[in-house]
């Protein structure tokens, strides 16, 4: 495991996942009912962009450094809410030091009914995140195989929940691990709603991960891509893409709203674009 979320915490590909990760909980919350939140690959919660790691890569200057910089449409500045205000938060002095990862992010627009089960399998991470939830009764910091957790750790008791699971892409065969995951995670917890991370970059297996993904016959499954610069002369991440599983009925317009807006602040050159599509459902 030598992952580590600090050199790219921040990043676009965070941008897009924390953004849409905040839509997922306040819809939620449209209910007073309590849900949990199972985030698989939870990182260590809190990032300081300032720290020789971050500052090595700088990646979160062209993601979340560009977006708070932004003059946002209403509509834009409206939808990027809840998540641009958790980072605000952080950081009452302006600019941008700290960083919400996404099971801080989604603690942080927790109503105090709400809950977060979070693994985290890298020694290190885990001691780090445990750290940041300290005392915390909204949150069960687990020192786990967030796939396992797929299995072990659904249904929730609260019988709704997002699952996010947000893998490090270090190993072969992670897209594959993704819909074998899905699948035995949604047996369990068919009224669930799943968001999976994947990333986008030359000669990904896009095309196969798909159509693996509607083999799954799991009724509603909405994907969202941004691109952000082309892949002829890139070895490295040029996108990412989110799958959204029984999305809120309104997230396909949103992301409608989202995509382009993001893709003018994230573009890095004019290879840029975005796609929003049902994989399955609602075509
Ligand atoms: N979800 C985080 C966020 O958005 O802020 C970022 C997570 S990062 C992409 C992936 C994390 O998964 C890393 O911290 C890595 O140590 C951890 N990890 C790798 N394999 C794991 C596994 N099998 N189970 C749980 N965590 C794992």
């Known amino acids: 495991m030598n992952y580590r979320h600090i050199y790219h915490a921040g990043n676009f590909a965070d941008v897009l996942k924390h953004a849409v990760l905040a839509r997922l909980v306040r819809y939620m919350q449209n209910k007073d009912k309590a849900f949990r939140v199972l985030d698989t690959h939870a990182g260590i919660g809190l990032y300081d962009l300032s720290s020789e790691e971050a500052q090595k890569t700088g990646e979160w200057r062209d993601g979340i450094g560009r977006v708070i910089e932004a003059k946002l449409e209403p509509q834009v500045a409206n939808l990027l809410e809840p998540y641009l205000s958790a980072v605000r938060e952080l950081n009452p002095e302006g600019g941008i030091r700290l960083y919400p990862g996404s099971p801080k992010l989604s603690r942080m627009l927790f109503r105090p009914q709400d809950r977060l089960s979070a693994m985290e399998l890298h020694p290190e991470d885990f001691v780090r995140l445990h750290r940041v939830f300290e005392g915390d009764h909204h949150v069960r910091v687990t020192e786990l195989d967030g796939w396992l957790a797929l299995g072990a750790h659904l249904p929730p008791k609260e019988k709704r929940g997002i699952v996010l699971v947000d893998p490090p892409f270090e190993e072969e ?109 609602e075509a």
């Open 173 to 281: 065969g992670e897209y594959d691990r993704l819909i074998d995951g899905l699948e035995k995670a949604w047996r369990r917890f068919p009224g669930g709603t799943y968001c999976l991370w994947y990333p986008l970059k030359k000669d990904a297996p896009i095309r196969a991960f798909h159509e693996g993904l509607q083999a799954l016959e799991i009724p509603k499954m909405l994907c969202a891509e941004l691109t952000v610069k082309s892949d002829r002369h890139e070895t490295g991440l040029t996108g990412s893409g989110l799958i959204v599983v029984n999305p809120p009925f309104t997230l396909k317009d949103e992301l409608h709203a989202l995509l382009p807006a993001l893709k003018d602040i994230l573009t890095q050159d004019r290879f840029a674009s975005h796609r929003a599509f049902w994989l399955r459902g």
